[in-house]
């Protein structure tokens, strides 16, 4: 189990981008991927794994540029991660996520169904941590980070190599760990569920 959210949290940093036109970062592009993330993900960790993520936009205002987002990843009825991202641009072609945790997860259970019970709540009452990394664009809807320890990032054991992949285009994401002290690339992939 704690592997799985080791990977979901993965999961959930190699989602947080902006879309962009050309080199440019714009507001459209913040409300555009911000259209494409919501939803339902499944994440295929292994033969015998798999999970499905909730992607719900937060404290949307006429005036928030910014875009915060409260991810819930269930395996069967478990609720095994939670987290909410603040997204930011740093330049044209690259963003900075902060990953927060929940000072009362189980109070916000279930809330993916219904954004504006975060409404009621100041990021300061509900929030710890602030944990982030940055992605670039790489090519039109494509976006990633480098290889990298992130040690700041406490959900993945210290020294181990991490790299995110987010292409837009297919509503993919790809994840790839190497562990500490070995070569072998793990690879895990997310698709968002297509509905009517």
Known sequence: MKRFALI???FLLAFSGFAQKGNKFTEEDVMQFYRTL???YVMQVN???TAMVHFTPIWETTT???QWLYLE???GKDVVLQK?????PKSAKTFKVKVYD??????????WGNRNYFDGFTKQSILKGGRSMSFTKTSDFAYQSRWKRYKAI???PKGDLLHFKFVQEDERFYVKRMPKGTSRILGYQGLKELTD
Do not use: T, Y
């Open 47 to 49: 033969d015998s794994i």
């Open 84 to 88: 909410v991202l603040e997204i930011e």
């Open 102 to 111: 929940l000072k009362d997860p189980g109070q916000f259970v279930g809330k």
């Open 154 to 156: 406490d959900c993945f």
């Open 8 to 10: 979901m949290s993965a």
């Open 73 to 75: 990843a269930m395996e």
């Open 64 to 66: 928030n540029r910014f």
């Open 38 to 40: 919501q939803g339902d």
